[in-house]
C-alpha cells in the first residue's frame, strides 16, 4: 500500500474535512479526494461518510487510522532525527494570547534560541483562542497556547498551567467601594463602579462573577481595551475595577499600586492549554519547545 495515500488518509481522518487536509499537505483539495477515492478502490471499502460540513470517518476508517497513524508518525520521527545538524536550524511558529505570550511563554523559550545546541528560530504571533486554534488547524503556527481545548482528532492539547483571576482596583477607588461590600453578596454594590475589560462581552468579569457571585454582572464596561496589560494600567490609573491574572499583577498589588477587592475561599482560574497538530510532536524543534514550556510551567501555577 502506498504511504503517500496513507499519509493523506490520516490527515484526512485527523482533519475531518478534505479542504483542510490538503492545506495542511500543501496539495490540491481533488488531489486530496482522488488519493482518498484510490486507498477506498484499493480496500474495497469507503473510508469516509460525506457531509455538508466536512467527513465523518467509517468504523473501517477508524480501524485503519488507529492502526496506521502511530507508524506514519513514527517514520516522521526517523526521518526528522535522522536530519542530523539540519534539524537544529528549524523555526518554531508559536502563537497565544498576546499577555501570556508575552509574559510567560517567550522568555521560556528563549533559550531555545541561543547558541547551545538547540539553535531554534522563533516567530510569535498573538490572538484569541478561536484565532489561534485555526491558526494551527490551517498549518500556520507549529504550536499553539489557548484557553479553550480543541474538539476533533486534528489537534492534540495537553494542560499548561492554571492561571489565578483577582478583582482589583487602585487603592482610591478601593477606598470608594469601601469594605462593606467586599463579601461574597457584595455584586450589586459592587456593579455601580466602573469596570475595565478587553471585550464588550466582559469575558473575565463574567467568569468571576459566576465563579464568586454566582450570577451574571449587571455591569457594561466603561473603557475595553483589547490587552491585560493596558487594562492593568487602566486599573492603577484609576479608571476603574478589573478582573486579572495574577501573575500579571502580583508586583502590582506587592507595591499597593492595586488592591484585590475580594478573598474568595476558592479563586476562580482559567486553564491554558499547549496545542499541537496531532502527529507533529514527532519533529524535534516542536517536542523540545512542547517539553521546555511544560517544564516551566511547573513554576506558574
Known amino acids: 500500500m502506498d504511504l503517500a495515500l496513507l499519509r493523506t488518509f490520516v490527515?484526512?481522518?485527523?482533519?475531518?474535512?478534505?479542504?483542510?487536509?490538503?492545506?495542511?499537505?500543501?496539495?490540491?483539495?481533488?488531489a486530496v479526494t482522488s488519493q482518498i477515492r484510490t486507498l477506498e478502490r484499493q480496500l474495497g471499502r469507503p473510508l469516509f461518510l460525506r457531509q455538508a460540513r466536512g467527513v465523518t470517518a467509517t468504523t473501517i476508517g477508524d480501524e485503519l487510522a488507529h492502526k496506521a497513524a502511530p507508524h506514519l508518525d513514527a517514520l516522521?520521527?526517523?526521518?526528522?532525527?535522522?536530519?542530523?545538524?539540519?534539524?537544529?536550524?528549524?523555526?518554531?511558529?508559536?502563537a497565544g494570547p498576546p499577555?501570556?505570550?508575552?509574559?510567560?511563554?517567550?522568555?521560556?523559550l528563549t533559550a531555545l534560541t541561543r547558541d547551545n545546541g538547540q539553535n531554534i528560530a522563533l516567530r510569535a504571533s498573538f490572538g484569541t483562542a478561536e484565532e489561534t486554534l485555526e491558526g494551527l488547524a490551517a498549518g500556520h503556527h507549529d504550536l499553539a497556547i489557548a484557553t479553550a481545548r480543541p474538539r476533533g482528532a486534528l489537534?492534540?492539547?495537553?494542560?499548561?498551567?492554571?492561571?489565578?483571576?483577582v478583582l482589583a482596583a487602585a487603592p482610591r477607588l478601593a477606598a470608594r467601594i469601601g469594605p462593606g461590600m467586599l463579601h461574597r453578596d457584595a455584586a450589586p454594590s459592587l456593579e455601580k463602579f466602573p469596570v475595565v475589560e478587553v471585550h464588550e462581552s466582559l469575558p473575565l468579569v463574567s467568569r468571576?462573577?459566576?465563579?464568586?457571585?454566582?450570577?451574571?454582572?449587571?455591569?457594561?464596561a466603561t473603557v475595553v481595551v483589547p490587552d491585560l496589560r493596558a487594562v492593568l494600567a487602566c486599573v492603577i490609573a484609576g479608571a476603574g475595577?478589573?478582573?486579572?491574572?495574577?501573575?500579571?499583577?502580583?508586583?502590582?498589588?506587592?507595591?499597593?499600586?492595586?488592591?484585590?477587592l475580594l478573598d474568595p475561599p476558592v479563586p476562580p482560574l482559567r486553564t491554558y492549554f499547549l496545542v499541537v497538530r496531532t502527529g507533529t510532536l514527532a519533529m524535534p524543534h516542536i517536542a523540545r519547545a512542547h517539553e521546555w514550556?511544560?517544564?516551566a510551567a511547573v513554576d506558574w501555577s
Open 208 to 220: 468571576y462573577w459566576a465563579a464568586v457571585f454566582d450570577s451574571r454582572p449587571a455591569v457594561s
Open 11 to 30: 490527515t484526512v481522518h485527523r482533519a475531518g474535512s478534505f479542504t483542510r487536509a490538503a492545506a495542511l499537505l500543501g496539495l490540491s483539495q481533488p
Open 241 to 260: 475595577l478589573a478582573v486579572l491574572p495574577r501573575y500579571l499583577c502580583e508586583e502590582n498589588l506587592e507595591r499597593g499600586e492595586i488592591i484585590a
Open 155 to 165: 489537534l492534540t492539547a495537553t494542560p499548561l498551567c492554571d492561571e489565578e483571576h
Open 76 to 94: 516522521v520521527e526517523i526521518a526528522e532525527a535522522g536530519l542530523g545538524e539540519e534539524s537544529a536550524g528549524r523555526t518554531l511558529h508559536l
Open 99 to 108: 499577555e501570556f505570550t508575552a509574559e510567560r511563554a517567550l522568555p521560556a
Open 293 to 295: 514550556l511544560l517544564r
